[in-house]
């Protein structure tokens, strides 16, 4: 007969009885847990602790924080939960400015928005309110007083020769557009269908010619001024020829840029390379 140990039932039984009480425990426990958990949700949830207390924006370059959240019509002291995110985005985009937005929730208590903005050719002023302009030349029919930055202020264009004009700034380099203060049409003493344009620039010179040959070449514009004297001001003519009228002398001068144009050139693609752009 083998030696084998033999267990009896009757030594087998509290062995059982603790394993099932250990494991009816975790069974409670784990339901309790969930219960509690439960009840913390519904707390969190009638709390001011679920209320929206900070509003970021994110993407935004023209249009002011202010302005896109009142836009978003998102509000602090609501319930961070009851806002629908994917509804206040698509509202947001019905405003022409706003190429896209995103509206998400960062726990506990913050709404983030992101923005994606059309880019934006400038502003027209209407008596005390103002306009933006799209990149594609179209004026925006709402008052942008409140969002207002570096965009330049555009007068005495017409819608044709905004659209004019914003083909003709499609390929002036950020770093050269953000030094315009201010696009002014001139009165044209050629053809009456050429838009002659004036520049007021951030460094107190000022730029004219015609639209397309001068904005073709405005890249080369801080190679013009670096010509230039440094108590010098006046009216930089950009056109076939590049001249300059100096305020303080009655002649014109010519400017000789073209030793610069192919450094520039090469800047120029290379930031391209860059950014991505071809």
């Given at each position: ?260 144009i192919e450094e520039l050139n090469e ?12």
């Open positions: 007969m083998s030696d084998k140990n033999i267990v009896s039932i009757e030594d087998r039984i509290p062995k059982l009885k603790q394993a099932r009480k250990k494991k009816a425990n975790r069974r409670l426990i784990f339901y309790l847990s969930i219960f509690f958990f439960l009840i913390a949700i519904i707390v969190y949830l009638q709390s001011p602790w679920s209320e929206i207390r900070t509003i970021e924006v994110n993407g935004n370059v023209f249009l002011t924080d202010e302005y896109i959240i009142d836009e978003s019509r998102v509000t602090e002291g609501t319930n961070i939960w009851s806002m629908n995110g994917s509804s206040v985005a698509a509202g947001m985009e019905e405003n022409p400015v706003i190429e896209h937005a995103s509206i998400n929730r960062s726990f506990p208590s913050t709404v983030v928005i992101e923005v994606e903005e059309q880019p934006v050719l400038g502003y027209v002023q209407d008596e005390r309110e103002f306009y933006p302009v799209l990149a594609d030349g179209q004026v925006i029919q709402q008052n942008a007083q409140n969002s207002i930055s570096n965009a330049p202020l555009i007068t005495g264009f017409n819608e044709a020769q905004l659209t004019e004009l914003a083909t003709a700034m499609d390929n002036v380099r950020p770093s050269i557009f953000n030094m315009i203060s201010e696009i002014e049409r001139k009165d044209s003493d050629e053809e009456e269908d050429t838009l002659q344009v004036r520049l007021y620039m951030s460094d107190g010179f000022l730029v004219e010619g015609i639209a397309d040959q001068m904005l073709d070449r405005l890249d080369y514009y801080p190679s013009i001024v670096s010509q230039l004297d440094e108590e010098d001001s006046g009216i930089i003519h950009i056109g076939v020829g590049i001249y300059f009228e100096s305020f303080q002398k009655d002649e014109m001068e010519e400017v000789d840029i073209e030793d610069e800047e120029i693609n290379e930031e391209n390379e860059e950014t991505g752009n071809e």
